[in-house]
Each structure stands twice: as C-alpha cells, then as structure tokens.
C-alpha cells in the first residue's frame, strides 16, 4: 500500500462545477503539499499546509491531521484548471525533509 | 526571478546509450533535488544534496545513475548505460533550505527521456 493515496484518479467535469480531490497518507507528517502538473510541464507548488484551511483565489485546501486526510477544493471550475493535481507528504521525525509523491489526480474541464 | 532551469527538454536515446541532464536552481537556494516520474505515477526522490553534499540518495540506481553537484550550484545527472525502463520524466527541484522542513519546492520544467 502507497503512503499517499489519491481518489479519484481521473476527474471529468463541466466547467462551472465543484471539484474535490481526496488525499489519505498513512504516516505521520510535518506537512503537505498540494501541486499542480500541467501536460508537458512542470510542477507548481499550490499549497503547503500542516494544518486547518488555506485558500487560494478559487483554490481551497484542507487538512484533517487526526484522520490523516486532506481535501483540494476548486470551485467554478475552469477548462484552465485541467491538469494532474499531485498530493504529497513531509514525513514527520525525520532528520530530512522529503517528499512522498501520490499518483496524481488527472482533472479536466470542458467547456 | 528566474525558476528552475533544466536542459535539454526532450531526448530520445537507444538502450546501452549514457545521457545526461542539467539543472540550474533558482539563485540562492541550497537544496537541490533530482525526481524520476514514470508515466501515470507521482514523483521519485533520486538525490537530494544540500549545496554541494548529498543528503538522501538512497533511491539512486547507484550501478547507472550518478549526480554531481559542483560548487554547490548546477548539477548533472547521468546515466549509463540506460535501460528501456528508465524511460520518464526527470524532474530538478530546489528549495531555500531543507533542515527546518517546511520549505517551499520550486520545480523546473522536466526532461523527458525516452529509451528506445
């Protein structure tokens, strides 16, 4: 079993709707990180979060540290907004920070 | 300011061939990172040094794969000879610091490798 699972894999929405991705980890953790991964490009960091709520424009991330859970929340979603959504954990205790990578959550908007 | 830069973008290479990438951080940052993607999976830590000396290269392929990072700036990552699963995305990160945690990563755009 992966230390970070993501659901769903694949999204497909209408623009305008609300989307949620899930992200469960296994391990204790410092922090974690929701990215963004568009086709062909890099990743951009979206949030950093050990704890409570951040937003961001239509970006919302939430985090459940006793229930080892987080949400990434988009509301009126956009055709823009397509891309891999990518969850991923700093592992707490450790002499070093590292980052264990979910699988991604592939989202895409029509129009 | 500048992001992470990476060279080339794209490179086709038969299998037993070496090839090599390049990674230029964001001025200033002391922590650099190496990831392998594979089609449909997230990233993979390969290397992690703090300026010029290696912290975590636990999940290095050590019989193929080497990294250097002189004078604690650019870095190189090699391998030789490739195999056809080496076949992915090889991501550079960097990042202020890495001992506090909590440090933003800033990724580069990414070579994608593929071995025929």
């Known amino acids: 079993k992966n230390e970070v699972e993501q659901s769903p894999q694949n999204l497909t929405a209408q623009e305008g709707e609300f989307i949620t991705i899930n992200c469960s980890y296994s391990?204790?953790?410092?922090?974690l990180h929701w990215l963004q991964q568009h086709p062909g490009g890099g990743i951009v960091s979206l949030f950093m979060?050990?704890?409570g709520k951040k937003k961001h424009g239509r970006l919302i991330a939430t985090i459940n540290i006793q229930e080892k859970h987080s949400s990434l929340h988009i509301t009126a979603s956009h055709p823009r907004d397509s891309a891999v959504y990518i969850c991923?954990?700093?592992?707490?205790?450790?002499?070093?920070?590292?980052?264990?990578f979910g699988k991604g959550t592939l989202l895409t908007v029509n129009p | 300011e500048a992001g992470v830069a990476q060279s080339p973008r794209y490179k086709i290479i038969e299998k037993r061939q070496s090839v090599a990438f390049w990674c230029n951080p964001i001025?200033?940052?002391?922590?650099l990172y190496w990831y392998q993607q594979i089609l449909g999976q997230g990233p993979k830590l390969l290397i992690q040094f703090q300026n010029n000396g290696v912290v975590d290269d636990s999940q290095l392929p050590k019989d193929r794969f080497s990294a250097e990072r002189l004078k604690g700036v650019d870095s190189t990552l090699k391998i030789q000879p490739a195999k056809l699963e080496d076949s992915a995305v090889y991501l550079c990160a960097s990042s202020l610091d890495w001992d506090r945690g909590l440090y933003e990563q800033y990724f580069g755009p990414g070579t994608r490798l593929t071995v025929t």
């Open positions: 991923a954990v700093e592992a707490s205790g450790g002499s070093n920070y590292k980052l264990t």
């Open positions: 391990v204790g953790i410092s922090a």
């Open positions: 001025s200033g940052h002391a922590t």
């Open positions: 979060l050990s704890s």
